[in-house]
Every structure is written in structure tokens, then in C-alpha cells.
């Protein structure tokens, strides 16, 4: 039985969400779409996925593979290879060259934008109608593109792989998108922007690329509704606070539901601590964690909790950097004393921030030996991972019973600062906000807040790892002066902030949860 038939007979289609969203990857699932209810798990991800979806990048190497892919094109029109195709089916060698002069002409234009520009989404249209590309005359310009591309498709590699002029032709058709030009166009300037990005190619030492960012999901959310969705269910455990949530995606979301947890109060512990096992104030902020004194803090700390703490310790890091300067201060300050200290009590993982799922997946079997092999140790009493919030291991990872008593969360996971992608989410929600009617603002989340609830999701994401079922049970350590906040602890899932404490010293963490 052939998938379309299948899809059209089923009551229950169960496919990865970013299939959903993506407008080329829907289009070929032959999927009626009327009346269907979508269910979005792990819904805390659904901003980026859509956001990404609507996204596009082009590079100087992309538009390089397009130019030679026209001139192999030109080689071939006389060929043998032409003959298999219908005489209609070949773009005339005039009009190859017609769309090299173009791409050549559009390359030029690119390598002499400003590196680390920022441009609004308007500009894309007038980049390509400095080029005569625009509503009128794409219509005429894709058929003679698809007709290269079909060529390519009989040529050697293109055989199996896609061509550049694919990628090239995916962004014209989302530029110039088959709705009136005035929507497309207020929607591009609306809600993306474009950044010029350095890199390196084979052929250039400085080239670019031109990030086409959409900064709202809420455009590959309502392309989803438009086809006739009779509901969309979002559901997570870390979507809080969901007043955010409706904002990004400019939906209401008339039903919510918070739901408590299953587990009984002794089950869990969490508290807030503001200061390490010497007393100094401890906080990851930029000024503060790059000094000896923060990393010295942290690890000795760490160093007590091992000691207390039975089996399995989860200890997560705002940041790969923040992780890997830590391991390197710990194994390196006073001949690797913090380090050694641990040691002492448990073997320790790390997470690896390169070599894929192979690599994630040895450090997990290495955790789970060490745990198991740890019960009959008179030395050491399981094993610490040190993982990343946003890190393989603080998300689907089923850390249940003996492998996480305790969840340390080091310092506030914000997104980077200073990242283009991060800076130009900030201020175009701001604008966005700016622009608004007194009524309309509290419809939008400023920047600020934006920034704040990714890095509460993280934390929360973290969280997770250590109650995974209703008769689980753990501790949850927020290790950062900031966490005692009440505005920290209002961004906490709300299952969890009944049992939120803030703890001054750490001797409190060991006679309150350990000790007792």
C-alpha cells in the first residue's frame, strides 16, 4: 500500500513536528489538514523549530555553485544527455547565460555588503529588483530555473544530491510566495531581518552570508492554522510561564492547563543557594565567572555535595565554555586538588560537546557503569555527570532513581549576549512592542522578557532530569546568588514553586536535606 493511502486511511499520524512546519517538507506529505487535531510534545522547542523552518541563509559559495551549475548546464545542452529530455523541457542556452549575467551581477551586490550588517526583511526585495527580480517578472524566471535543475538532475552527483540552484530557487518562492505582493512584502519586513555574516569558502578569504531570520513563529504557526487545523495542542513541562508563550505565537490560547505534579512533598527538595561550602557569595554573572574565585567556589562545593549526595549527581553548566573552564581550573589549580576531591567520592563524566550521538552515547553507558559498579566500592558512591543546560543530557534523558538523587544547576543559562541572532530577537521584539497601541503592548513581550524565559526554560528543562516517575524522588540545587530572587523563582515551573527555599549558607542544604 502506497503512503498516501495509508495517511488517508489513518486516525493517528505520528511524524517529528518540524514536518508539520515546514512549508516544503508539508507540502509533500499529501496530508488533508481540514479538521485535524495537531498534538505539538515538547512543545517548549515549537518556538525555535518554527522560526528556523521560516529562516533561510545564502551564502557567496551558494551563489559560486549556482554560476558554475549554469556553465556546466551550457556544456551539456549539446550533449547526448539532452536528447532524453522532451524538446520543452530544455532552457534555451540564451537564457542560462541570461540567469548567470543575473547571478553574477546578484554575487557582486553581495560582496559588498557590510560584514555584520543588519538589514530590515524589506531589503531583500530591494536587492532583487536592483536586479529586475521582482513580483512581475519571478513568474517568468522559476520555470527557466526548474529547467537548469532538471538538466543538472541527470549530471553525475546531482544525480543524488541537490543543487545549489535548489537552494537559490527556495528562497526566490519564499520571497515571492503566491499571495499578494503587498502581504508577502509587509510580512518580510514585519517579521525578518537580515544579517551579513563573515565566512571563509574555497574560493574567497572573505565572503558572506546572508542569514534571512524570521523572528516570529507565530508565521509558520498561522500557515499551519490556515490550512484548516480544527485545534493545536501545545504541551511541555517547561512552556511556563504560557502568558510568553501566547505572546510569541499571537494566539490567545484560550484553554490552559497547569497541572501540579504527581509526586508527594517529601519526594522533593529545592533551595536557592547564594553562597558555596566557604561562605563566598557565588554568582555567574559576566563580571564574576571567569575569576578564580567563582570557579574555585563552584568546585569545592561541588567537592561537598559529591561527598553527601548517594549515586547518581547531575551537575549542569550555563555553557560549554563555562563547563570546560571549569573542568580545566579544577584538574589544573593547586596540582588538580578540586579536582582529586572529587574523585575521591565519584567517578566523573563529562558532557561531550562534539562527536554527536555516538559520542553522547558512550559518556551515558561510561555514567550508567559507574553507577552500577560504584555499590561495591568502599571508595567512591556513584558518579557525577557534568552536562550544559540545553545539552543532550538536560533534554529526553531518563535519569530516574538511582541515576539523579541531585540536580545542581550552575549559574543562569541566558542565551549569549552578544550572539547576532540573539541581539536582533531582542531588539526587533522591542520594536515590535514600540510600535504597538497602548492597548496592543501587553499582546507583546519586550526583549528583555524573551531573554529571560529561554534561559527559565533551560533551567527548567535541567530540572526535569530528576523526578521521573511518581515514586521518584531527588534534590534540585539552584547554585547561583540570582536564583533568590523572587522574579527568579516566579519563572519556575509551577509544580515546583511550592517547594522552593532559599538557603543563605551551605550548611543549611546539608542539615535541612541531608542531614534530616
Known amino acids: 500500500m502506497r503512503s498516501e493511502d495509508t495517511q488517508k486511511k489513518a486516525d493517528i499520524i505520528v511524524m517529528p513536528y518540524n514536518y508539520l512546519i515546514s512549508p516544503s517538507i508539508r507540502a509533500t506529505l499529501s496530508i488533508n489538514w481540514s479538521r485535524t487535531v495537531v498534538v505539538f510534545d515538547e ?20 551563489i559560486s555553485g549556482c554560476i558554475e551549475e549554469c556553465d556546466l548546464v551550457v556544456e551539456h545542452l549539446s550533449d547526448s544527455l539532452s536528447r532524453i529530455f522532451a524538446e520543452s523541457d530544455l532552457p534555451s542556452e540564451d537564457n542560462v547565460l541570461r540567469i548567470k549575467s543575473f547571478l553574477l551581477e546578484f ?14 526583511g524589506q531589503y531583500a526585495y530591494d536587492l532583487m529588483s536592483r536586479h529586475h527580480v521582482d513580483f512581475n517578472t519571478v513568474d517568468a524566471l522559476l520555470p527557466e530555473i526548474d529547467k537548469i535543475i532538471n538538466v543538472l538532475k541527470g549530471i553525475g552527483r546531482y544525480r543524488t544530491q541537490d543543487t545549489r540552484l535548489q537552494k537559490f530557487r527556495k528562497l526566490l518562492s519564499f520571497l515571492f510566495k503566491g499571495e499578494s505582493a503587498e502581504i508577502a512584502r509587509a510580512t518580510t519586513a514585519l517579521h525578518y531581518k537580515i544579517y ?4 571563509t569558502s574555497r574560493k574567497k578569504s572573505s565572503s558572506r ?15 499551519l492554522l490556515d490550512l484548516g487545523v480544527r485545534s493545536a495542542i501545545l504541551t511541555s513541562g517547561t512552556l511556563a510561564p504560557l502568558s510568553i508563550t501566547a505572546k510569541e505565537f499571537r494566539q490567545t490560547f484560550p484553554i490552559r492547563l497547569e497541572n501540579p505534579h504527581i509526586i508527594r512533598d517529601h519526594q522533593v527538595w529545592c533551595g536557592a543557594l547564594s553562597k558555596g561550602v566557604t561562605s563566598k557569595i557565588v554568582n555567574g554573572s559576566f563580571k564574576n565567572r571567569n575569576t578564580s574565585a567563582y570557579k574555585s567556589e563552584v568546585g569545592n562545593t561541588i567537592a561537598n555535595m559529591a561527598r553527601i549526595v548517594p549515586d547518581g549527581l547531575l551537575v549542569f553548566f550555563a555553557s560549554y565554555s563555562m563547563l570546560q573552564q571549569c573542568v580545566t581550573f579544577w584538574q589544573n589549580y593547586q596540582d588538580g586538588t578540586i579536582w582529586n576531591r572529587i574523585l575521591i567520592h565519584k567517578h566523573i563524566v563529562v558532557e561531550p560537546r562534539t562527536g554527536g550521538a555516538n559520542a553522547f552515547k558512550e559518556t551515558s553507558e561510561e555514567y550508567e557503569n559507574a553507577l552500577l559498579e560504584s ?38 543559562p541566558y542565551p549569549p549576549f552578544k550572539d547576532p541572532y540573539v541581539m536582533g530577537k531582542r531588539k526587533y521584539l522591542d520594536e515590535i512592542r514600540s510600535k504597538s497601541g497602548m492597548n496592543e503592548k501587553r499582546m507583546h513581550s519586550t526583549g528583555e522578557e ?58 543549611e542544604v546539608v542539615r535541612v536535606l541531608f542531614v534530616s
Not at 107 to 120: A, F, L, N, P, Q
Not at 209 to 223: E, I, N, T
Request: aromatic share 12%; hydrophobic share 35%.
Open 196 to 199: 551579513v555574516e563573515g565566512t
Open 375 to 412: 555499590g561495591g566500592s568502599k571508595r567512591r558512591n556513584g558518579c557525577l555527570f557534568l552536562a550544559v543546560c540545553r545539552g543532550k543530557a538536560s533534554e529526553g534523558i531518563d535519569f530516574s532513581d538511582y541515576r539523579a538523587r541531585a540536580v545542581v544547576i550552575v549559574g543562569i
Open 209 to 223: 552570508c546572508l542569514k534571512f531570520w524570521c523572528f516570529s513563529p507565530s508565521v509558520a504557526f498561522r500557515d
Open 450 to 507: 524573551w531573554y529571560a524565559t529561554q534561559a527559565a526554560r533551560a533551567v527548567n528543562q535541567a530540572i526535569g532530569r530528576v523526578i521521573r516517575h511518581k515514586d521518584d524522588f531527588g534534590a534540585i540545587v539552584l547554585f547561583d546568588e540570582r536564583f533568590c530572587s523572587a522574579r527568579q523563582r516566579s519563572r519556575l515551573s509551577s509544580w515546583l514553586r511550592p517547594y522552593y527555599k532559599t538557603c543563605k549558607h551551605f550548611g
Open 107 to 120: 554575487e557582486r551586490s553581495v560582496d559588498d555588503m557590510k560584514i555584520g550588517s543588519t538589514h530590515s
Open 43 to 62: 512543545a517548549h522547542n515549537l518556538e525555535s523549530s518554527c522560526e528556523s523552518a521560516t529562516s533561510y541563509d545564502l551564502s557567496s559559495e551558494d
